[in-house]
Nanobody, 125 residues
Framework: EVQLVESGGGLVQAGGSLRLSCVASGFTFDDYAIGWFRQAPGLEREAVSC????????YYADSAKGRFTISSDNAKNTVYLQMDSLKPEDTAVYYC??????????????????WGQGTQVTVSS
């Protein structure tokens, strides 16, 4: 059974940093990708970033470029999302999700098979 568990959310002031973690287990395929999505109250869920487990290629939404960094520790089956220079508009529940392989459509959430339960990130002004 595929399981994804996020952690690392919390309350931080604008300009601060947080590092989210996503621990994955139960995968039976080698070439998969982990994506991060977020959903703010009243808004649709949006893609934030993704990383390919096979070659480490990162993908970022425009809102994340230059501020967020995604990385993977394959030995620990863990993907991290380092978030710096946080803004109040980054406030959301952050989810990690898994999909087999990844391409230019990394942002399509319907391509992801498994989802974590989410972790709350709140950025105060």
């Amino acid at each position: 059974e595929v399981q994804l568990v996020e952690s690392g959310g919390g309350l931080v002031q604008a300009g601060g940093s947080l590092r989210l973690s996503c621990v994955a287990s139960g995968f039976t395929f080698d070439d998969y990708a982990i994506g991060w999505f977020r959903q703010a109250p009243g808004l649709e869920r949006e893609a934030v970033s993704c990383i390919s487990r096979s070659d480490g290629s990162p993908y970022y939404a425009d809102s994340a470029k230059g501020r967020f960094t995604i990385s993977s520790d394959n030995a620990k089956n863990t993907v991290y999302l380092q978030m710096d220079s946080l803004k109040p508009e980054d406030t959301a529940v952050y989810y990690c999700a898994a999909r087999p392989a990844v391409g230019t459509d990394w942002w399509r959430e319907d391509e992801y098979d498994s989802w974590g339960q989410g972790t709350q990130v709140t950025v105060s002004s």
